[in-house]
């Protein structure tokens, strides 16, 4: 924590730094550089044993609220490739690029936009003085060949983003759940950008995942709807825990706005790096059904049954990136906490419903390590749960902290006696002493509770 | 039903017809080709908003089976893009291809192995005499370009198995997760090969999903973990209820085994197109894990801390088509039933873990909207519910038939006085009258004890 005057102005001053995070992610299994062995591959992250069953929760949250548990939305999971026609019609091949610039110097590559971040040059004695070429457009697309050939009719695309399915799939859907307007499509879903530099651990990488809705409604309810859905993912964020002075919305000016759009709204996180986006509500218009009519020649709009008005529906999205909200859910609950015995306790404070692991069972010496398994075993039926026997019981404590683990039980000498264990809660520290029988309801009722 | 002598050897005489399930698939919103509106892409498919939840269900099954109900098991979500040297290690850069003929009169191309399922050469009027090139070997992997450049520097691969990540990410999950041997990495996703002729709708993809599992021990207990990793998946798919009869272990004979490869067992499902293997469970010996250390110049050995032997360890894989057991499930469960008042209902006899929709809710009348929407919405926070309020109930019953559903719930004129309503069971078509308050309880009940 910076103490000196720049610092005030500075809005990340005082949080955790991402290095930390970074080290933490990798040391205890949650997120690593994918093909670490190979030297790694610049844009591509691996979710290890804890990582996954965060990210995983994370779906499943979305999932139930903004599909199941809505009558006006239904559920997709379309393939990552598409006919390529698709991103034609989407702009994508015309215009989805970014300004690319090479230094002649030291042949680094950069976009022109982001030359502060290009360092000093190499091949200049370490001066900042770069030889950028004129910027050119480069098209973010990855590129592959389906089929025997390597030519141009064999070209698709891997997706840069999952709602265009969505679009393809409109009457399709519509017509088997039986939906009427307005009504919502929702995926979850990897997606691929060919990004020049990737940067920000999994904040800006190459290949990410996508949990996308496209809500379509006539025009005259677009502000309407539009209300909601930022509302309702606002409230979400909220919900995750995500704190009030690290989240905010920030509108777009019209000049900013996609020439289809008629609003459009970011919902940022202030990381360690700054306020970054981790979600887009957007009101696209009619462009993409309109466009994907035009294209494939198929009729996508909707007859309205009382007026007989014929109309492409307006479409609002919401699009959140999976990866920046568990980064974001992660840089949220690092914490580093003076104990009143001075030491340090690195914790992850992370919301009941994603912590990865719900419960540790740690029996207090190697001979207890029985009935302490059979209990592990119990409550693996229900909940994500480790068993760990080795070290102090302190440590243990302390590295399950450090994972976010809500609960940890111990089974000690008395628990022989007794049939109760205790029950160590995360941020408190408190301890409560339970029946072994009653461990599943209390638990239960705890971790319900918090969904 | 063919009735002649011939039928009595076809093992899937009197089995459902693939058109009927395709057919039901696509109305239905389970399963269509993705990007209809385009023509189609050949070997890509979309799941709909009923395929969604199958598929989910299935994929927390097996996570839970496999993963989170273990203790010597992690999970792992790896990128689908690795660094391509993994594929150099792996055999498949060299040895993934298949035999590729082209016919030079009408251009059709065919895989070497498969020219019986060829067709006429519409260029020698329609006879079925194509002129076969030789066979040529052909790389099923799909490749594209990470980075600003596209040459050979920069072609990565779409992974052709999941597998491989978990060998490089071995030394780092056993670690973060403090992990002895024996135990096992799994991870469920997408994976691409670039089929020649896709077929059998979702069975052979160009792109679909696997769930696999690499389990990790000593060479001395190579057997006894085989064994034990089949019985349990052949159990898995028993308790998905696929039929006893239309389930099989088909051992690898010697010279079917992959050079490395010490024991191989495919698990078959009787589709309506013949017997076909939906997972594969191999004992792949040291292999995999020697090959990435050879070409990464890291130590992937384990040291025995007793004896002090280094060694790698030899490796159980077991490997499910996420897909394919998604279509077994329903080719298993389709059902034409004759019923005793001479109609027949179409029905999907669903296991009700996997059921995409647990309950539909259907007011007996209009006016009985409100009322059975509050059930509906009570409902939804707990489970996949359906709410319709058109057609006649019997028309409405039927179609939740079609679709798996296991419980419909009928809100009618007496339930506004007596505050009870009439519970429809899928199978056997009982109706039982349930109190309201009590219908949670009962389907909780009902629904938990399936699982």
């Known amino acids: ?13 005082g949080l955790p730094r991402m290095d930390d995070i970074v080290s933490l992610c990798a040391r205890r299994g949650f997120i690593w550089q994918s093909s670490e062995i190979y030297g790694g591959i610049n844009g ?18 979305w999932w139930q609220r903004v599909v199941r548990g809505r009558d006006d939305v239904e559920g997709l999971d379309s393939s990552i490739i598409a006919h390529p026609r698709t991103w034609e019609a989407s702009g994508h091949v015309e215009h989805f690029s970014d300004p690319l610039v090479d230094c ?3 042949k680094k590559r950069m976009r022109a936009d982001q030359l502060d971040d290009a360092g000093p040059c190499p091949a200049r004695q370490g001066t900042s003085e770069h030889d950028w070429t004129p910027a050119r457009n480069f098209n973010l697309m990855l590129k592959t060949f ?4 390597e030519d141009a009719a064999a070209t698709a695309f891997l997706r840069a983003e999952t709602c265009q399915s969505i679009f393809l799939d409109f009457k399709r859907v519509r017509e088997s759940a039986r939906q009427r307007l307005p009504f919502g499509i929702a995926q ?6 060919n990004e020049i530099n990737p940067r920000n651990f999994t904040f800006r990488s190459r290949e990410f995942e996508q949990a996308e809705l496209e ?11 539009f209300e909601h859905w930022l509302g309702e993912r606002l409230a979400f964020h909220h919900e995750l825990g995500l704190k009030e002075t690290r989240l905010r919305v920030r509108p777009h000016r019209p000049d900013e706005l996609a020439h289809y759009a008629h609003a459009a709204a970011d919902i940022e996180f202030l990381f360690p790096f700054g306020w970054q ?6 009101d696209r218009g009619d462009w993409d059904l309109r466009r994907h009519s035009e294209f494939s020649g198929k009729d996508l709009t909707i007859t309205d049954e009382e007026t007989k008005e014929r109309f492409h529906p307006c479409v609002i999205e919401t699009s959140v990136g999976i ?20 030491e340090t306790r690195a914790l992850l404070r992370l919301p009941l419903a994603v912590a990865p692991v719900k419960v540790a069972v740690l029996p207090l010496a190697k001979k207890l390590a029985e009935p302490a398994q059979r209990i592990a075993s119990e409550l693996r039926r229900h909940w994500s749960v480790f068993y760990d026997e080795s070290g102090n019981i302190g440590r243990r404590y302390r590295r399950q902290d450090e994972v976010g683990t809500p609960f940890c039980i111990t089974y000690d000498f008395d628990s022989e006696s007794d049939a109760r264990v205790t029950v160590r809660e995360r941020d408190s520290m408190t301890q409560e002493r339970i029946p072994v029988d009653g461990l599943r309801a209390y638990l239960q009722d705890r971790l319900e509770t918090a969904r």
Chains 1, 2 share one sequence.
Not at 1 to 13: G, H, N
Not at 48 to 54: D, I, R
Not at 325 to 333: F, K, Q, T, Y
Request: net charge negative; hydrophobic share 40%.
């Open 146 to 149: 389906v089929g025997a050939q």
């Open 215 to 225: 809500f379509f409604c006539h025009i005259s309810e677009r502000e309407k709807w």
């Open 277 to 282: 986006e981790i979600e887009g509500v957007h």
């Open 104 to 106: 002649r110097a030291c």
């Open 323 to 342: 990866d920046r909200s568990c980064l974001a859910l992660l840089a949220n609950a690092y914490e580093e906490e003076k104990l009143p015995d001075g």
């Open 188 to 193: 979850i879903g990897k997606a691929f950008r």
């Open 1 to 13: 924590m910076a103490a000196d005057a720049e610092a005030v102005d500075d809005p990340t001053a």
């Open 44 to 61: 591509f992250w691996d979710y290890g044993p804890l990582g996954v069953e965060l990210k995983n929760n994370l779906k499943a949250l």
